[in-house]
């Protein structure tokens, strides 16, 4: 085993263990609450490799609700994919291509099916191991006036993870808001998870997993963090679904390197 692979094999070792010693809460839907994620060495060195905002692109969302009127958005993106990752400083890709590859690795996906039972037995049956699951974790980036209101996630998402990567504890208030749909519509915030270093949350998608994130003020510099999403790769039609917007988005990195 190269030097590399002794590296991959640890980092991966040590984020499944963060995994599967996380606290599994019930309410208001069943999710995992993460600390530790990632070695301390290798989160100060992604702290270190954090790409300018010139590296990222555009994540504009459904009808563009992220596009402000100067035409800047309000999230954006690397793909941790080699492919969209290959413009960044060598120094900055090294990380990042290591960040992507645990992620994107087997155990680390069966120790998030595994610990998610409970969502995921509800959705898809006894056999939800058995699911095919499509990584895609995605750096993102999200400044101020960045917003987004009570929502499930698409159906096309079978498991959705974000990690917290902030310096510092300067922004904890600016943290994903679980809530609660009332009888009359209106929605409650039931808890809401601290931005806080090295921390995230998982949960398996479902009809009552409402989450939001507040208006981002200006005290907001960047918040930093991963999107880790499964999507549903279960038959042949959503395995091309999920491997054709991966070479779409590629091409679309391309013409924006180029472009700009």
Request: charged content about 30%.
């Amino acid at each position: 085993m190269s030097a590399m692979e002794q590296i991959v094999e640890r980092v991966i070792d040590h984020v499944v263990k963060a995994v599967e010693r996380a606290p599994l809460v019930e309410k208001p839907f069943w999710h995992l609450e993460l600390e530790g994620i990632f070695p301390e060495d290798l989160y100060a060195r992604m702290r270190d490799a954090m790409p300018e905002a010139r590296e990222y692109r555009a994540l504009k969302g459904r009808n563009n609700v992220n596009v402000q009127e100067d035409g800047s958005s309000t999230r954006i993106k690397i793909d941790l994919y080699p492919e969209y990752m290959r413009h960044l400083p060598l120094e900055k890709r090294d990380v990042w291509a290591l960040v992507g590859k645990v992620l994107r690795s087997e155990p680390v996906k069966q120790v998030f099916m595994r610990r998610l039972a409970p969502g995921l037995e509800r959705r898809f049956g006894p056999d939800f191991m058995n699911v095919g699951m499509f990584p895609v974790p995605m750096l993102t980036r999200d400044v101020a006036g960045y917003e987004i209101p009570p929502h499930t996630d698409t159906r096309w998402k079978g498991i959705t993870i974000q990690f917290y990567l902030p310096e510092d504890e300067s922004i904890t208030h600016v943290g994903t808001r679980f809530d609660r749909q009332a009888e009359d519509g209106h929605f409650e915030m039931v808890q809401r998870m601290s931005f806080s270093p090295n921390t995230g949350y998982a949960f398996a998608v479902g009809q009552d997993t409402w989450h939001s994130v507040d208006r981002l003020g200006p005290e907001v510099r960047s918040r930093d963090s991963i999107l880790h999403t499964y999507f549903v790769d279960n038959s042949p039609i959503l395995a091309m679904r999920n491997r054709s917007k991966r070479v779409g988005n590629f091409l679309l990195n391309e013409v924006r390197h180029i472009a700009g």
